[in-house]
């Protein structure tokens, strides 16, 4: 027979045990049922109404979308695994272009949501990347509608479009104002609230090498159907230091020609030669070393380019920010139109505080003035008199840093009106018969 203590020990342990056995059980369960949030990625973003996007994560498509009539597209994905993933992205317009491939490093949060925002750049097809001398630059795309597309020559911007209502875009450049040999070209696009695009990958294009027309002719002479002949740089002598903060650079060339003058490969300006070949053009300066270079050009003839002359501006002081002229680039500083047709004069403010106050000389006894809220300066005009104008631009941003730009224009008479000598055979003729038919009614 057990002691009784022995008895009562045992009670007690197995009251003891059944009084937490509850207690262990509901723990478990606890664990178990605990919930935790999703891990979700959204991926959204513009393109071309209508584009059908294909959306890639680590190398392997994960789904696609459709954009809608603005070009908006969106999709989501549950269930993600969480850490560091490569996101690749295109669309496919719906006349079969495709996009480039943005690809960006989307760090995905465990139980929550990661939103990724992508404006696919445009689609960009050049019409003829193998150009000869003079030949128009023929771009066009498709991406936001009613957007901005810049588009970038040799990583300056050279000009700038606007897309339809569907989306769809085209420009012509001129390439006058490019040197021979390869160049490459992107547009970036620039929506209506301000967001930007992902920019292209570069297009290469060449350009073939302008004829060399001037070669017989001395100097100050045109040949017949040919070029002008080559500029001279007469002031300032090569290997200037030069101190002051302006400079008026002169030089000589034949009569009445358009002169157009480049730092290295940047268009600086164009002016009229007088009727003795002298020319003019007034410069604020940068601190730097320019090369000065400068051709002749008369019905979109141009002559090769003058020796280069190189002069250096050493400021005697430090310069404010107001004292720096802006960064201004010229896309096209000479041009030959008809009457009325309207010429597009452009320029792009590179580094300066908007808004911008343009005073403009027309170069016919007129003149205006146009604020621009933002970079991209266009000057559209049309003459109504044929003649050959030098057009100024003075430009002025907030800070009050300053700009000077010119422009020469031919205006050709149209070839849709009748000439003076045409006007007056007509009259004449009209006389004659006139005075035939009142003889033919007195002998009757």
């Known amino acids: 027979m057990r002691p009784r203590w022995l008895v009562g020990l045992g009670g007690a342990l197995c009251a003891a045990i059944m009084l937490f056995l509850p207690i262990v059980t509901f723990a478990e369960t606890a664990t178990v049922t605990i ?44 269930a993600q695994e969480p850490g560091l993933h490569e996101l690749s992205i295109y669309a496919q317009t719906t006349s079969g272009q495709n996009t480039d491939t943005v690809s960006v490093n989307v760090n995905i949060t465990e139980h929550a949501t990661t939103s990724v925002s992508i404006f696919l750049p445009s689609t960009l097809t ?76 570069a297009r290469p294009f060449t350009l073939s090498a302008q004829p060399d027309s001037s070669a017989p002719s001395a100097p100050g002479i045109i040949v017949p159907g040919g070029a002008p002949s080559v500029p001279v740089i007469t002031f300032p002598p090569p290997d200037t230091v030069w101190h002051e903060p302006t400079i008026t650079i002169r030089g000589t060339s034949g009569g009445r020609v358009q002169i157009e003058l480049w730092d290295g490969d940047d268009i600086i300006g164009s002016v009229w030669s007088n009727n003795r070949g002298e020319w003019s053009m007034f410069l ?45 680039s010229v896309p096209q500083a000479c041009f030959s139109v008809y009457q009325h047709q309207m010429v597009p004069l452009k320029a792009f403010v590179l580094e300066g505080q908007p808004p911008y106050k343009a005073s403009i000389q027309w170069g016919d006894g007129t003149s205006a003035v146009h604020t621009f809220l933002h970079g991209d300066l266009l000057f559209p005009r049309s003459y109504a008199k044929p003649g050959k104008y030098t057009v100024t631009v003075d430009i002025r941003d907030a800070q009050g840093r300053e700009k000077r730009i010119y422009f020469s224009v031919h205006v050709k008479r149209s070839q849709s009106e009748l000439s003076p000598i045409i006007i007056l055979c007509i009259l004449l003729l009209i006389a004659v018969l006139c005075l035939l038919l009142y003889r033919k009614r007195t002998k009757n």
């Open 35 to 78: 919930g935790v949030g999703d891990t979700i990625l959204q991926v959204s973003g513009k393109t071309s109404p209508a584009a059908f996007v294909t959306i890639s994560k680590d190398g392997g498509v994960i789904g696609t979308a459709v954009a809608d009539s603005s070009g908006v597209y969106s999709q989501t994905f549950t």
């Open 126 to 201: 050049i019409q003829d990347a193998s150009l000869a001398y003079g030949e128009q630059l023929i771009l066009n795309g498709e991406t936001a509608p009613l957007s901005t597309v810049t588009v970038y020559i040799d990583n300056s911007t050279y000009a700038t479009t606007t897309t339809d209502a569907q989306g769809k875009w085209t420009i012509s450049l001129a390439t006058t104002s490019l040197s021979s040999g390869q160049h490459e070209v992107f547009v970036r696009v620039t929506d209506g609230f301000g967001e930007q695009s992902y920019p292209t990958a």
């Open 284 to 328: 604020q300066l940068d601190p730097k070393e320019y090369n000065l270079r400068a051709r002749a050009c008369l019905e979109q003839r141009c002559s090769g380019f003058s020796a280069t002359v190189r002069f250096r501006y050493e400021p005697s002081g430090p310069l404010s920010p107001s004292e720096r002229p802006l960064r201004i």
